[in-house]
């Protein structure tokens, strides 16, 4: 097979036209989130460049200090990211998020790149985009899980005030809640793992067909993270909620919100 065509930086700045087109029908529309688009896309761009020369660097002259630092910066901002959306979180909860994001991830990333490809984990080919992956959709996992935790509750606080005075306990009274926030924060994922093959064609396995690796290995290696994505979203997320909600109330049942 032949490796990916290059593009060019006068074709490829030809793709922010789409943007303009974008931002244009979103101001005509007034819809309020105009302007943050702009602003994701060129942080992203910047980013993106920042990161392309780390790699580089990074594949040149590997080392464990410097994988291990470089996962850890994209850990710490995953929880910030995490917490930054959602505000207004005790101190014990956002331990609870920062441990569950990086023990599921880590663990996850460990045993993908170690077990299922057999790899050292101080491989930078392998660990650091694995990292991203990983780290990326266990972020979106549980920004959205505990986005719906806490409005739910916000939406509920008369329900909650009705029900304690009935004589609910606190632990009843918040786990279906707790249940219903891990639905939404998997509903993405599994929408995505259930269209995949047949609406989409997912990333990694089109950036190794473009790069000319042969189809069997992309979906092999797809089919792989795809679980290990699905894993970690699901585990981060019920560790976030299932040990975050008890920060909530103490022993004598007494809320916290």
Not at 135 to 158: E, H, P, R, Y
Not at 188 to 198: A, D, F, K, R, V
Request: charged share 10%.
């Amino acid at each position: 097979m032949n490796n990916a065509v290059e593009i060019s930086l006068i074709n490829f700045l030809t793709i922010y036209l789409l943007l303009v087109i974008v931002g244009i029908i979103m101001k005509a529309c007034k819809i309020k989130q105009t302007n943050l688009l702009f602003i994701a896309s060129v942080r992203m761009t910047f980013q993106l460049v920042i990161a392309g020369y780390v790699l580089m660097y990074l594949l040149e002259n590997p080392s464990p200090i410097s994988i291990i630092l470089y996962v850890l910066i994209m850990s710490l901002f995953a929880i910030h990211r995490i917490l930054a959306i959602n505000k207004g979180l005790n101190k014990q909860f956002k331990c609870i998020i920062a441990l569950s994001i990086m023990t599921s991830s880590i663990t996850i990333i460990m045993f993908f790149v170690m077990v299922v490809i057999n790899q050292s984990i101080f491989n930078p080919q392998y660990t650091i985009p694995i990292s991203g992956m990983i780290l990326g959709n266990a972020m979106t996992g549980i920004s959205l899980g505990v986005q719906a935790f806490t409005s739910k509750i916000k939406d509920s606080k008369l329900q909650i005030e009705v029900l304690l005075n009935q004589g609910a306990t606190p632990k009843n009274i918040l786990l279906p809640i707790v249940n219903t926030s891990i639905e939404t924060a998997l509903l993405p994922t599994i929408n995505s793992m259930l269209g995949m093959g047949i609406v989409s064609l997912p990333g990694m396995m089109t950036g190794q067909i473009l790069s000319g690796e042969s189809p069997t290995t992309a979906i092999l290696y797809q089919i792989a993270i795809t679980i290990c994505i699905a894993s970690v979203v699901c585990l981060s997320v019920f560790l976030s909620l299932y040990l975050g909600y008890k920060t909530l109330y103490n022993k004598d049942n007494q809320f916290y919100i």
